[in-house]
T-cell receptor, first 114, second 111 residues
Framework: GAVVSQHPSWVICKSGTSVKIECRSL??????MFWYRQFPKQSLMLMAT?????????EQGVEKDKFLINHASLTLSTLTVTSAHPEDSSFYIC??????????FGEGSWLTVV | DAKTTQPPSMDCAEGRAANLPCNHS???????VYWYRQIHSQGPQYIIH???NNETNEMASLIITEDRKSSTLILPHATLRDTAVYYC????????????FGTGTRLQVTL
């Protein structure tokens, strides 16, 4: 069964609004989670590293004020896309490392901005 | 992290073994080889990983050459549900959670 869960699976929002995506580790604690974005027919691109109890680390070119990451507990990280625009429409995926260095991914969240 | 090279696509007949190659000629001593697959519109699924010894689990086998410069993922009896993009990723244990994805191999399993 799934060890990392995302919610919602898909969301449609209006341009200019904000949307939050949750990533939960099931049955294990994850001090670090990762957020990826994937555009159609492209590979996954790492956006940021989410650290429990501290600020996220963003990859070059990713706007930290637009993609807000909060990792308030050892089992939950959230990604908020602020002032979303159509070009933010994408597949967002999170991952977390379970004990033993095996990294598991969530099911992904489809965001469509209209 | 070491870079990997994979063929962009492969076909395999259902029931046959699928052998997916990966080159990682710049791999360093502390780097593992991980394999994931992504079925359309889903998050990547962990398959297997190894350091230098061959590994086998319920999903697949991983064969790593003695010089560790290449590896092969083997799906022993491919089914239609194995159709996916397969990613070979090399990363060290210190950053094992941070995976950099290449373009992968699109495996098409056919009847």
């Amino acid at each position: 069964g799934a060890v990392v869960s995302q919610h919602p699976s898909w969301v449609i929002c209006k341009s200019g609004t904000s949307v939050k995506i949750e990533c939960r580790s099931l049955d294990f604690q994850a001090t670090t989670m990762f957020w990826y974005r994937q555009f159609p027919k492209q590979s996954l691109m790492l956006m940021a590293t989410s650290n429990e109890g501290s600020k996220a680390t963003y990859e070059q070119g990713v706007e930290k004020d637009k993609f807000l990451i909060n990792h308030a507990s050892l089992t939950l990280s959230t990604l908020t896309v602020t002032s979303a625009h159509p070009e933010d429409s994408s597949f967002y995926i999170c991952s977390a490392a379970r004990q033993g260095n095996t990294i598991y991914f969530g099911e992904g969240s489809w965001l469509t901005v209209v | 992290d070491a870079k990997t090279t994979q063929p962009p696509s492969m076909d395999c007949a259902e029931g046959r073994a699928a052998n997916l190659p990966c080159n990682h000629s710049t791999i360093s001593g502390n780097e593992y080889v991980y394999w994931y697959r992504q079925i359309h519109s889903q998050g990547p699924q962990y398959i297997i990983h190894g350091l230098k010894n061959n590994e086998t689990n319920e999903m697949a086998s991983l064969i790593i050459t003695e010089d560790r410069k290449s590896s092969t993922l083997i799906l022993p009896h491919a089914t239609l549900r194995d159709t996916a993009v397969y990613y070979c990723i090399v990363t060290d244990t210190g950053t094992a959670s941070k995976l950099t994805f290449g373009t992968g191999t699109r495996l098409q399993v056919t009847l």
